[in-house]
């Protein structure tokens, strides 16, 4: 049996202990071998994104003492911004001996229901859906490709981890407030930033 890897990709603009806690939790609770961070290159359109490099640092940082927890640089150093497609297929070259599962959240898979490749994504994939504040389960009733392929995705609820968000820590790092960010993101990643002045304008 192919040893089973979910692929978990975003921004981490930055990488903070939500998503650290909610990957070690996928992995308990769905058996897998290893979770792979994938982060986006710097072509995504983001407002204050940090460089791809630094959100790949911080992200091995965060990840350095979990033993099933690793990051790839697949995404970064590439001249273009991959679609969710490209971005599925090159995972898939780069990991041919594992069974993939992709981690979206619930507000990624009302985008994804959008993409013209939608059918394609739904038919070959199997993910793993993260819930958030939306109805992801009435998506399911009213989205006929997600009702044909329902049993490729799996719904992750009662999110734990959902209090806290990237986008709150780079608020707070603006303002001078970094350290009441602190429980909020590892120490080496906060460490990280203060170092090199990150998501201060």
Not at 163 to 190: D, F, H
């Amino acid at each position: 049996m192919k040893p089973r890897y979910g692929f978990f990709g975003g921004c981490f603009n930055p990488v903070t202990n939500a998503h650290v806690n909610l990957a070690s939790l996928v992995v308990e609770q769905y058996s897998l071998d290893r979770l792979v961070f994938v982060p986006m290159g710097d072509n995504y359109q983001k407002s204050n994104l940090a460089n791809e490099q630094h959100r790949y640092e911080m992200l091995k940082l965060a990840t350095k003492n979990q033993t099933k927890l690793e990051v790839s640089d697949i995404e970064l150093n590439l001249p273009y911004n991959l679609t969710m497609l490209q971005a599925f297929q090159k995972i898939q070259e780069n990991y041919k001996e594992v069974t993939p599962y992709f981690i979206i959240g619930a507000d990624n898979l009302m985008k994804l229901t959008k993409l013209f490749d939608f059918e394609i994504l739904a038919k070959n994939y199997e993910y793993i859906i993260i819930e958030r504040d939306i109805p992801i389960k009435q998506l399911f009733t009213i989205e006929p490709i997600l009702q044909q392929y329902c049993t490729h995705f799996h719904i992750l609820e009662n999110n734990p981890y959902k209090q806290i968000s990237a986008s709150e820590v780079r608020t707070l790092l603006k303002s001078k407030k970094g350290k009441e960010s602190c429980w909020m993101i590892p120490k080496e990643v906060y460490e990280y930033i203060k170092q090199n002045d990150l998501y201060i304008e």
